[in-house]
């Protein structure tokens, strides 16, 4: 079994969701109740990650992540995730500056998307998912359309993600309205599909709640997790 090395706290709910969900698929996957995943987490600040970004400094962020997954290596990890999204920014640079194979969220689920055949996907985020290219671009690179709020409607979902949804807060309200923003993009798009591009949305989009698929990036990342920790 493969040791997983899991950098955390990107928020803190969603750590403890993707803890949670990486024992649960594990056990379902190796048919026992008494099996138990191998792993390390390494807990960092999402604050700090939303402050380097804000003033551009993504180099500076790329260290940060690096120093994370090279703690996580040299404690035994035989490969690494990040459980957020939006860090992902930089994923490509901390995979140069460590050893160890890592797993890209944005990557999965655009090979998710792939398999259920979609081809026209909504995107919501933090304002730095929304409003960048990095998780845009495979989707885009394969032909597949990838469509997100307008400006003020980004700047909604953003300030209650770092408001409310990453200290673990769901008010009605806020659901309300996201799923009013999910409906203009059906409306204006035609999607197919809704990416909930932040580790804290399932928290609050529930797959009841839309007509079409919601693709939960947690979900879809814990999945090629355990199946990594799995391989020979």
Known sequence: MKKLGMIGGTGPESTVDYYQSIISKFQEKTGSQENLPEL???SINM???FDLLQSGEEEELAEYLAAAVLSLERAGADF???SANTPHIVFD???QK???PMISIVEGTYRKAEQLELQKAGLLGTKFTMENEFFKEPFTAN???IFVPNETEQQYIHEKTVKELEQGIV???TKKEFLAIAGKLIERHNIDCLILGCTEFPM???PEDLDIPLLNTVEIHVEEIVEMMLED
Do not use: T
Request: no cysteine; net charge neutral.
């Open 40 to 42: 390390l987490i390494y």
């Open 47 to 49: 604050y700090k990650i």
């Open 80 to 82: 690494a995730v990040i």
């Open 93 to 95: 640079k901390v995979q």
């Open 98 to 100: 460590v050893n160890i």
């Open 143 to 145: 032909g597949k359309e």
């Open 171 to 173: 008010e009605d309200e």
């Open 204 to 206: 609050i989009l529930k």
